[in-house]
């Protein structure tokens, strides 16, 4: 394991180089690191009226940035996907310190933020209005997209910048200005994309204004909700928190984007391609540390295949290496946090006590090694039937595999629980591939076919139904949620007539 010292010195130099000054954002509000438990930060963190004033510059700042022509706009989101690029071993540094990320997958991160700008980019010369036959002679019928306002945006530990980028990057090139709360673990990857992001914005000689961060806890996220100024909120996390942030938002007419919990199943069918599915089912599970939403949770097997999937993934945990995410070879990193661990232990409990074995991992490791920091082993429990635990969300690698008979049965195992972002069925069988994705099928947001349930690409719009939140963000069309429609009907034949044939003659 790093020493405490060369892991804060080695997340100053990164936050250095991407242009925090660490001096102007200390205090005493001391970020720990999951590799080793050490102390890799000593923040400031706002208050609430900080917040209020953040707004009031985010709005000012929108007046201009509103006015300016997207594509231009677009060129300074260009210009934060060139910084990334320069600087992704800077910020996959800060993302392995902060949340225990393994370097690749810090690096898939920034990466995934450097194809959001590309896309962004691409976007900024596309925010395309309809124009629709009028039911009036001499009348034309048309709808344009105009820039929303000041957009808040909370995200969570374990995706600590890319997410804040998906939103960022598109409501930029929509004309937004935008305010992010990140989450309290990864302050400084904050500090250090959102600098990169002003120092675009200098060097084109717009306003910092226009992308702020505040560093704070809840009371900072609820400032953002309940101010009336902030016109959509795009909030990443739990359901839990979702619950407080859509009422608050909906009671003020505030637009919501939620991205929630997941917990996200494989079907396997009995014409799988064994070994693929088993590579699926490994990293969607295991990677991460089971630290995503779109984490694989449950496996829903049939019955004729169900003891050789165990097994082959059973042999494959066995491989795993377990340890310093930043080491070569490492692919399971810590847990975020001791809560994490104590989440873990109790979920593995209750699923023993539910009837469900153990067939991997199930404990701590490194305990000696790192007594501050929670690695445990990936864990697979084969469980009689989808019981009230595995319809939870336990943020950490445990994976419940339970069989099925009628691909129909299987179906309904998949949409049973209460949450519905992504889902997944390994299959050679066309058919059932197709009745997955149909209108009888999987429920979620995301439906693959032969690939796992997380490491979806930008392209795509992201979120997903039910307990998840609804909420839809990247790519396809999910730039709507940032912008907001006009109507326009415009008259060029002389004449009044009004629709639905209404006659009003005075
Ligand atoms: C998340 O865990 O909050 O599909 C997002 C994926 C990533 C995003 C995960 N592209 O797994």
Redesign the pocket.
């Known amino acids: 394991m790093p020493a405490a010292e060369e892991l804060r010195r080695r997340a100053a130099e990164a936050a250095g180089r991407c242009g925090v000054d660490l001096d102007a954002v200390a205090g005493d509000r001391e970020g720990t690191s999951p590799v080793n438990g050490a102390t890799v930060s000593s923040l400031r963190w706002a208050q609430v009226s900080e917040v209020d004033e953040a707004v009031a510059r985010a709005h000012a700042a929108f007046k201009e940035w509103r006015l300016v022509p997207a594509p231009v706009r677009g060129a300074v989101v260009k210009r934060l996907g060139e910084l990334l690029t320069q600087h992704k071993e800077d910020l996959a540094t800060l993302i392995s310190i902060e949340v225990g990320k393994i370097t690749s997958e810090a690096r898939g991160e920034v990466q995934?933020m450097i194809d959001i700008c590309d896309y962004a980019v691409g976007l900024s010369r596309q925010l395309f209005g309809r124009t629709m036959t009028s039911e009036r002679p001499g009348h034309r019928l048309m709808e344009t997209w105009h820039p929303l306002g000041v957009v808040g945006v909370i995200s969570?530990f374990?995706?600590p910048v890319?997410?804040w980028s998906w939103n960022t990057a598109v409501a930029l090139v929509c004309g937004d200005t935008v305010i992010w709360k990140p989450s309290e673990t990864a302050p400084l990857c904050a500090l250090a994309a959102n600098a990169l992001l002003q120092r675009a914005l200098s060097e084109a000689g717009y306003s910092t204004d226009v992308s702020q961060v505040v560093i704070g806890g809840a009371e900072v996220g609820e400032a953002l909700v309940d101010n009336r100024r902030v016109a959509l909120v795009s909030a990443?996390g739990s359901t839990r928190m979702g619950r407080a942030v859509g009422p608050r938002l909906a009671e003020r007419f505030g637009r919501s984007l939620l991205?929630l919990g997941?917990n996200n199943a494989a079907i396997v069918a009995p014409s799988a391609d064994l070994d693929l599915t088993t590579r699926g089912i490994v990293f969607a599970a295991a990677g991460?540390a089971g630290?995503?939403?779109?984490?694989m949770r449950r496996v829903i097997a049939h019955e004729s295949v169900i003891d050789s999937v165990v097994e082959r993934v059973a042999a494959a945990y066995e491989k795993l290496p377990i340890g310093d995410p930043m080491s070569d070879g490492t692919l399971v990193g810590p847990l975020v946090n001791e809560r994490a661990y104590e989440a873990y232990a109790a979920a593995i409990e209750k699923a023993q006590a539910a009837g469900g074995e153990v067939v991997a991992g199930g404990d701590r490791v490194l305990a000696d090694a790192a007594p501050d920091a929670f690695y445990v082993r990936p864990t697979v429990i084969r469980m009689p039937e989808q019981t009230e635990v595995v319809h939870q969300e336990t943020f950490a690698p445990i994976l419940y595999v339970m069989p099925y008979t009628t691909f129909a049965e299987a179906i309904e195992l998949n949409n049973e629980v209460p949450q519905g972002l992504?889902s997944s069925v390994f299959t050679s069988d066309q058919v059932e591939a197709e009745l997955f994705m149909s209108a009888g099928g999987s429920d979620c947001g995301?439906v693959n076919v032969n690939i796992g349930t997380?490491?979806?690409?930008?392209g795509g719009a992201?979120g997903g139904e039910k307990e998840t939140g609804g909420g839809r963000e990247s790519g396809s069309d999910a730039w709507r949620a940032y912008m907001r429609r006009a109507t326009n009907t415009i008259n060029y034949s002389g004449e009044l007539p009004l629709a639905q044939g209404v006659t009003f003659d005075v």
């Open positions: 995934e969570a374990n995706f890319a997410v990443t991205e997941g991460t630290q995503r939403c779109t984490t992504s995301i997380s490491g979806a690409e930008i992201f």
